[in-house]
């Protein structure tokens, strides 16, 4: 049988993105060191190792064995991502209950892709049309704790037990509490699971799928400490540090995280003055197939395909990359492997003419989110012309030395020098055990276009608090609050109830309800906090969509979740929601029904 390969867009010189370029306009991420994206670019400049050493006790305290723990070969050290069982679950409409049941990486995920959108300076209470969700996740504790434990599916059931902990529910959880109605697509491909889902959306907006798209992974197997047992000829280091093509590599170490970027197709973020992070040119999937000596082990030719294949779909030659990041385990096969692979594919002239780096120094391999990781970590340095630093690493593999190669290894922070031939542009590799490998074509973006705004603030953007249980949205400073309010005598605007008072302190019934769950949800301190309006009172977009699935679950009231944003006193919000009531016809009904009883 003969194959027709499938038709690449001719390579060429000209540096401007064409109509199949995907701008990155929003990022998000929590990783080992870092709880927001900001410190990541931190520790990353700064050539932080952000692994975690643990002492016995803090190993023992989290109920580890001794036993296990006081083995010779027990590396007590893990990339750690701290408060990771923490959770705000009323701004995403979960019971207590719920939330106890919800899989970390489920939360994780969800506050991720909140958090993208508003970077991207969405209103996530307001997603973007079509927008699609390409995520993937492991295995954890947490989920197979949950599916042997008679206690979770006493109070909730084996089904929702099984909706609330499952990996394949990771993009449903996402789209159906944020409201997107793009496709929903969980990824698998082991390691290289993040940079295949960013793969898979940006096909998706290439053939009009989706309009937007959410992709990246999480990887979360326990929320507490612990450590790894080394074994010789496993993948694991030694001494709990991962050198990528350093010459002591010896191994990788465990970790977690989550990441998820924010992709819009480059013509249409232009277009609407989306603050773009940076631009996707190309990217491509292979498998090795048979082609290694192992299930596990890595291919060359695999790599290698994704590699030129990614370059060939962006219109590009490899050797037109003055960065490669790497997927670098640290372990000896598998960096040989890699180098071998890549220097095939860049090519052997010009010795050192490509930086090369992997962010698994500085976090280890955090697995279904490596990916995502060392993508959001090049899209960094293109926006700051800056190469970064790979952790750990002093002396070069031997394989990097002499003039056989074309990479040389970041050891330092230095300037990204702008070429000769166009853009900055980096590539980023990803590996799965099982030899799906991966490849990005990542470049600098472009200026914004002439006449095109800038997209309008929205009235809350800057957070307040030292993690995510804790935020608020608060106004940027030089926005002015709202304007004089009605008194607690004054009648709310709109229609009166028929009550003859203010319905918001009208004593009894919803009314009575409905101040209750305001004060529940926004911590109010007393009455007089009801004259002060709903992003005033320290509410935000998430708070909406919890009290809008709260009013229609409690009382059978359907509210826009628009009628959040206007500018109204908490007494003329509860006004209106009671207007809408009134307006139902089978509330009306219902109490017609009680009043003949």
């Known amino acids: 049988m003969t194959t027709t390969p499938e038709r690449q867009p001719p390579v060429t010189d000209d540096p401007t993105p064409g109509p199949d370029a995907v701008a990155i306009i929003g990022m998000s991420g929590r990783f080992p060191g870092a709880g927001d994206l900001g410190r990541y670019w931190d520790n990353l400049r700064a050539g932080v190792c952000s692994l975690t050493d643990f002492d016995t006790a803090e190993l023992l305290a989290a109920g580890l064995p001794e036993d296990e723990v006081c083995r010779p070969a027990y590396v007590p050290t893990l990339g750690w991502l701290a408060d990771a069982d923490r959770f705000d679950h009323q701004h995403f409409g979960f019971s207590r209950t719920e939330a106890a049941a919800l899989d970390p990486q489920h939360r994780l995920l969800l506050e991720t892709a909140w958090a993208a959108l508003a970077d991207a300076g969405c209103d996530p209470g307001k997603p973007p049309a079509r927008t699609g969700v390409y995520v993937g996740g492991g295995a954890t504790e947490h989920h197979l704790a949950a599916q042997t434990g008679r206690e979770p599916a006493a109070s909730l059931g084996a089904m929702q037990v099984r909706i609330l902990t499952d990996r394949e529910f990771l993009a449903p959880w996402i789209s159906y509490r944020l409201g997107l109605d793009g496709p929903s697509v969980g990824v698998q491909t082991a390691c290289s699971t993040s940079l295949t889902a960013v793969h898979l959306a940006v096909q998706a907006l290439l053939v009009g799928e989706c309009d937007t798209a959410l992709a990246g992974g999480v990887a979360v197997d326990a929320v507490h400490p612990r450590g790894y047992l080394y074994q010789?000829?496993?993948i694991f280091s030694p001494d709990g540090r991962c050198r990528p093509f350093d010459e002591r590599a010896a191994g990788t170490v465990p970790g977690n995280g989550v990441?998820?970027?924010?992709?819009?197709?480059?013509?249409?973020?232009?277009?609407?003055?989306?603050?773009v992070r940076a631009v996707i040119r190309g990217t491509a999937v292979t498998n090795d197939g048979a082609g290694k000596v192992g299930f596990t082990a890595p291919g060359v030719d695999g790599q290698t395909a994704a590699i030129t294949e990614a370059w060939a779909a962006a219109g590009l030659e490899p050797a037109q990359a003055q960065y490669l990041e790497a997927h670098g385990t640290g372990t000896e096969l598998g960096d040989r492997v890699e180098l071998a692979a890549a220097a095939a594919a860049f090519g052997a002239a010009g010795a050192g003419r490509i930086a090369l780096g992997s962010v698994k120094a500085n976090l280890g391999h955090l697995d279904a989110?490596?990916?995502v990781a060392a993508l959001t970590k090049t899209a960094f340095?293109?926006?700051?012309?800056?190469?970064?630093?790979?952790?750990?690493?002093?002396r070069p593999h031997p394989d990097l030395r002499g003039d056989g190669t074309p990479f040389r290894l970041v050891t330092a922070a230095a300037g990204w020098p702008a070429p000769d031939d166009g853009p900055r542009r980096a590539g980023v590799t990803s590996v799965g055990i099982g030899g799906t490998n991966v490849h990005v074509v990542l470049e600098e973006a472009p200026p914004p276009r002439p006449g095109v705004a800038r997209r309008t603030a929205l009235p809350a953007r800057t957070f307040?608090?030292?993690s995510f249980g804790a935020l608020r949205l608060r106004r940027p400073a030089s926005e002015p609050v709202a304007a004089?309010?009605?008194?607690?005598?004054?009648?709310?605007?709109?229609?009166?109830t028929g009550t003859g008072t203010d319905s918001a302190t009208a004593p009894g019934g919803r009314t009575d309800a409905l101040v209750h769950l305001l004060v529940e949800v926004l911590g109010l301190e007393g009455p007089t906090d009801l004259d002060l309006t709903y992003t005033a009172a320290g509410g935000d977009s998430l708070a909406a969509v919890h009290l809008v699935g709260r009013i229609r679950d409690d009382h059978g009231i359907d509210v826009p979740i628009g009628l959040f944003l206007e500018e109204l006193t908490l007494r003329e919000l509860i006004a209106r929601i009671e207007t809408a009531a009134a307006d139902n016809p089978l509330d009306l009904l219902l109490d017609e029904l009680e009043s003949e009883t």
């Not at 004089?484 to 009166?496: I, L, Q, R, W």
């Open 484 to 496: 004089a309010v009605p008194t607690a005598t004054e009648p709310a605007a709109g229609p009166d």
């Open 464 to 466: 307040a608090g030292p």
């Open 232 to 234: 010789q000829g496993g």
């Open 381 to 394: 340095m293109l926006q700051a012309r800056t190469l970064v630093p790979t952790a750990g690493v002093t």
């Open 369 to 371: 989110a490596a990916g």
């Open 259 to 275: 990441g998820l970027v924010l992709l819009r197709r480059l013509d249409d973020a232009l277009a609407a003055g989306d603050p």
